[in-house]
């Protein structure tokens, strides 16, 4: 019979004096990404890669800190970076329902907008002085002087003709008319009647001739009037244009070189000097209230991004990436005269603006969630550029809406999530494919070296200086690196799951700050770890009071034949813990084999199927290579009710079995984990720390007589890293561990006899059923 364990194959602990400071307020912080060479190593391909499409998934359970150590990252990584463009949109003067868009240099679009405003309002101002200087008012009265010259001298002409012809030229309320006079003086209409016909007949026809006279006079001074208007205009653009180049001049000086925003200006100056009236005051027309503020709009910048006084390239981070954050959105606003309208400088900027030219970093989940989002993003990067969401274009009310130009990008997107998550996308997405060429893994687990338990104490640090909590000593922080061990579930790793790692650093600063502690020490940490237990074991605690009461089944005393004490591992929320399940078996004379129960009602899944046709091959390679295996067996869990999964109650299921067929009782003393093979080898499972201090509890609770204990798989022992009681109970006598490398070894264990016995035992029942059945098939003959 093997030997049980050593206390020092238990656990590994972490000695404090391999750390070089009292407490880790003596060291600097550090944010680089700690225990994932692989990961960084990809991130950092897919950042210097400047081929399309070589955006990153990185991907790892939560609670590794990817977000934010990918976070930190790029920060180091961008504050080397050129600073990127800024973005603004300008009216379209040429289609306003298409806004353009400018690039700038980083602070040169906050620039831009306020020259525009001082533009406008220094027009506002000096525009209606020009036009009401006294040398403007002296070249518009001449010009309407000329007009009116012009027009007196073609009436006095008409009016001359038809004076001549006996007749004048008067207005009525239709307009000018020619009637017959005498002497100058228009005749009465009874007095025209009473003339002779001929001299009627007369008359009408040198009417005629002067009313084509009259039309052409009409032209000609229609023709002067427009002429007026023309001039009239010409001399308002040329004053205006003076003005408008006075105020453009130091701007078109300081674009120079940028074409596009010069034509804009351009733009801007043939806008102000042919729509001048919107400068006038009292210039009020029939427009309701506002609509001439609303039209000053065209003359505004709507920065949508600003790098003034940025370092670097951006990196953002968006946690809600609904289409509108994403994208960036049109709004519209009521319209005074009543309905939504909108205009370019109701567009606003989403995270693809605010990270164009350095980094956008997503959640996978939170991106899915989003309807719409995640094609959004797709579209955005393979057409290389963004353009905003607008609500009226897809669907709703009728309204105004948009189609402002698409600005370019530029940047790498960083899509963090889980590893279903993105295999699911490869397979099911070309896109996704095409965009995502890179994959950063992040692991859970890192090796436990001298080096990477220093980056633990460098963490922690770390987050004491950014969150202002009480630093640990260096007993606190071996005490975390044993923590981070048992996290990871082997002695020779430590855990990643820095989220974990911080709340325990928290949780202790919070019950040193009790205990009235200046700093954390060991003991503040292993009580922040008791009372998170506390905290999270509500249903621990109530099935093994189940047990105690004896509503549950589990012996932990005496000896049975076919019945074993497996172990489970139970997660609720953030606790995982083990459990006890009574295994038994029975055997009785029949072809039926071996039929485990909760399979057969479909309480059991794949894995633990697996598990069972395994035992199964090693009943026949072991007792039926000399007789037919002829036998009917019933395997099952007792009192349960919510499934079977995994295959580490394989050697449990088979030692019931093997009891039952020898007759040999096993001790329910000791707990069994484990599960094998065909040829009898015990295999490791997972939980196994766990499992053992779930056994451990409840004999401790029970009180327990004699000397009990738990059988591990030979390979689990270096994940070991059990609990200071557990331990102690070891060191005291009380409570055994033993590692099992074969079934033979956990045979003798449990039946405390030579496991050839036991085969013996076995082989004899299994002749014995297969002799009985034999005789009773010739009596029923």
């Known amino acids: 019979m093997i030997d049980p364990l050593a206390l020092e194959d238990l656990f590994r602990s972490c000695d404090p004096a391999v750390f ?115 040398a403007f008012r002296e070249a518009a009265h001449q010009v309407q002087h000329n007009f009116e010259t012009a027009r007196d001298e073609l009436f006095e002409e008409m009016q001359a003709k038809a004076s001549q012809a006996g007749a004048a030229v008067v207005p009525t309320p239709g307009g000018l008319r020619i009637v ?84 804009y200006l351009q733009d801007v100056r043939q806008d102000i000097v042919e729509n001048v009236d919107l400068f006038r005051p009292g210039e009020e027309d029939e427009a309701p209230s506002g609509w001439k503020e609303l039209r000053f709009r065209r003359y505004q910048v709507n920065l949508l991004v600003d790098h003034g006084g940025r370092r670097g390239a951006p990196v953002v981070v968006e946690y809600n990436p609904t289409l509108p954050r994403l994208l960036g959105r049109v709004e519209h606003e009521p319209w005074p005269g009543g309905g939504m309208v909108t205009d370019f400088t109701l567009i606003r900027g989403g995270a693809l603006h605010a990270a164009n030219g350095g980094y956008l970093v997503l959640r996978a989940r939170d991106l899915f969630l989003e309807p719409g989002s995640w094609e959004a993003l797709k579209r955005a990067l393979v057409g290389g550029c963004v ?96 923590y981070g061990s048992r996290l990871a579930g082997s002695q020779s790793k430590l855990s990643t799951r820095f989220g974990d790692l911080a709340n325990l650093v928290r949780e202790a600063g919070y019950w040193a700050a009790k205990a009235g ?24 605690s109530r099935l093994r009071e189940q047990i105690l009461k004896g509503t549950l089944l589990i012996l932990s005393e005496g000896e049975v034949v076919g019945q074993v004490n497996g172990l489970t591992v139970i997660s609720s929320a953030d606790h995982r813990f083990g459990y006890p399940s009574r295994v038994t078996a029975r055997v009785y004379m029949g072809k039926e084999g071996v039929m485990q129960i909760d399979r057969e009602v479909e309480l059991a899944g794949p894995i633990h199927n697996k598990g069972v046709m395994t035992l199964i091959g090693y009943l026949g390679g072991r ?76 004999v401790k609770e029970r009180r327990s007589k004699g000397e009990h204990g738990v059988m591990v798989p030979a390979a689990n022992v270096q994940d070991l890293m059990l609990s200071d009681e557990v331990r102690r109970a070891v060191a005291e006598g009380t409570f055994r561990l033993w590692a099992v490398s074969t079934v033979d070894q956990g045979l003798e264990i449990l039946t405390g006899r030579p496991a050839e016995e036991v085969h013996a035992s076995v082989r004899t029942r299994l002749r014995d059923l297969a002799e009985g059945i034999e005789r009773f098939g010739k009596q029923a003959d």
């Open 20 to 134: 070089d400071f009292e407490t880790t307020a003596e060291l600097e912080p550090n944010i680089r990404i700690i225990g994932q060479p692989r990961g960084t190593q990809a991130i950092l391909f897919g950042v210097e890669m400047a081929s399309p499409g070589y955006n990153i998934y990185a991907q790892g359970e939560a609670g590794t800190g990817r977000t934010t150590a990918i976070e930190r990252f790029l920060d180091e990584r961008a504050a080397q970076a050129d600073v990127p463009s800024d973005w603004v949109y300008v009216h379209n003067f040429q289609e306003p329902h298409k806004p353009h868009a400018l690039r700038l240099p980083p602070g040169e679009g906050a620039l831009l907008r306020g020259d525009m405003a001082r533009l406008l309002d220094d027009l506002r101002i000096n525009l209606p002085r020009a036009l009401e200087s006294e």
């Open 180 to 263: 017959p006079a005498k002497d100058g003086q228009a005749l009465p209409p009874e007095a025209v009647a009473a003339l002779p016909e001929e001299v009627q007949k007369s008359w009408r026809e040198q009417a005629h001739q002067l009313e084509h006279e009259l039309d052409k006079m009409l032209r000609q001074v229609k023709a002067a009037e427009r002429e007026a208007k023309e001039a009239m205009q010409a001399l308002i653009r040329q004053a205006a244009g003076r003005v408008v180049d006075r105020a453009l001049e130091e701007m078109l000086e300081r674009y120079q070189g940028d074409e596009d925003t010069l034509g």
């Open 387 to 482: 353009r905003p969401d607008d609500p009226a274009t897809r669907g709703g009310a009728p309204t105004r809406s948009l189609d402002p130009e698409p600005i370019p990008l530029d940047l790498k997107v960083v899509l963090v999530g889980p590893p279903g998550v993105y295999y699911a996308l490869h397979e099911s997405d070309e896109d996704f494919r095409t965009l995502f060429k890179v994959l950063a893994d992040f692991d859970d687990r890192m090796e436990r070296s001298p080096e990477n338990e220093q980056e633990y104490a460098v963490f922690v640090a770390t987050r004491c200086h950014e969150e202002k909590l009480r630093h640990l000593d260096r007993g606190a922080v071996a005490r975390l690196v044993e």
């Open 517 to 540: 502690h200046e700093v954390v020490t060991a003991e503040d940490v292993a009580h922040a770890l008791e009372e998170r237990r506390a905290r999270l074991g509500l249903i621990e």
């Open 623 to 698: 007792y039926a290579q000399q007789q037919p295996l002829s036998l009917s067996a019933q395997i099952t869990f007792e009192q349960n009710y919510g499934g079977v999964e995994g295959d580490s109650a394989a050697s449990t299921e088979l030692y019931a079995l093997l009891s039952c067929l020898s007759g040999i009782p096993v001790r329910q003393a000791i707990a069994v984990t484990g599960s094998v093979d065909q040829r009898g080898d015990v295999q490791a499972v997972g939980g196994v720390t766990e499992k053992v201090e779930g056994w451990f509890a409840l």
